[in-house]
T-cell receptor, first 119, second 113 residues
Framework: GENVEQHPSTLSVQEGDSAVIKCTYSDSASNYFPWYKQELGKRPQLIIDIRSNVGEKKDQRIAVTLNKTAKHFSLHITETQPEDSAVYFC??????????????????FGQGTILTVHP | NAGVTQTPKFQVLKTGQSMTLQCAQDMNHEYMSWYRQDPGMGLRLIHYSVGAGITDQGEVPNGYNVSRSTTEDFPLRLLSAAPSQTSVYFCATAPGTYYQPQHFGDGTRLSIL
């Protein structure tokens, strides 16, 4: 099955600095890579995702890059703010379809990165 | 539109007891899944369902049962609770088309004594 490794496990930055979190995956058939942010005691929430036919995607201060050949993808947060402090998870999945025609993807998550942004 | 609703939010059990964690969604999503979250291990898939009457095992299914009799509900049953099942459990749903993000419930914090 798929295996996703995430680094670093903790990341501490000063407000205004950039933060980069990296993930590697093992299944070359994986083609969807979402990133989730989880604040303390809350649910994981999607912040950005990328498909395998795209190399980079941006949304304001966050961006994700994907290198299919090397099987790794990264989350970049620029101009970090204290409210960016949270646990970030990467995930990977491959598309599947059941006999009834329902398409889905089982997510395999990385271990998480605790990001702390100091004011 | 409540999204994904999980009950209870907190539960303490004794070893050997059984219980059911509830997950309900009002988004008509085909795909529903259960994860457990443990420190340093991310979220691990327990069971999933791609529609009413269809369930399958994930990465860590032992000790858990599921059923899906309706599109809306996907309960998770602990058959005989063990301390190793102390965790935070999340239910997540997604439409029956690929590349759609999964939506998570607020979670159930479960402690087994």
């Amino acid at each position: 099955g798929e295996n996703v490794e995430q680094h670093p496990s903790t990341l501490s930055v000063q407000e205004g600095d950039s933060a980069v979190i990296k993930c590697t995956y093992s299944d070359s058939a994986s083609n969807y890579f979402p990133w989730y942010k989880q604040e303390l005691g809350k649910r994981p929430q999607l912040i950005i995702d990328i498909r395998s036919n795209v190399g980079e995607k941006k949304d304001q201060r966050i961006a994700v890059t994907l290198n299919k050949t090397a099987k790794h993808f990264s989350l970049h947060i620029t101009e970090t703010q204290p409210e960016d402090s949270a646990v970030y998870f990467c995930a990977a999945s491959r598309g599947e379809m059941n006999a009834g025609g329902t398409s889905y993807g089982k997510l395999t998550f990385g271990q998480g990165t605790i990001l702390t942004v100091h004011p | 539109n409540a999204g994904v609703t999980q009950t209870p939010k907190f539960q303490v059990l004794k070893t050997g007891q059984s219980m059911t964690l509830q997950c309900a969604q009002d988004m008509n999503h085909e795909y529903m899944s259960w994860y457990r979250q443990d420190p340093g291990m991310g979220l691990r898939l327990i069971h999933y369902s791609v529609g009413a009457g269809i369930t399958d095992q994930g990465e860590v299914p032992n000790g858990y049962n599921v059923s899906r009799s309706t599109t809306e509900d996907f309960p998770l049953r602990l058959l005989s609770a063990a301390p190793s099942q102390t965790s935070v459990y999340f239910c997540a749903t997604a439409p029956g088309t690929y590349y759609q993000p999964q939506h998570f419930g607020d979670g159930t914090r479960l402690s087994i004594l």
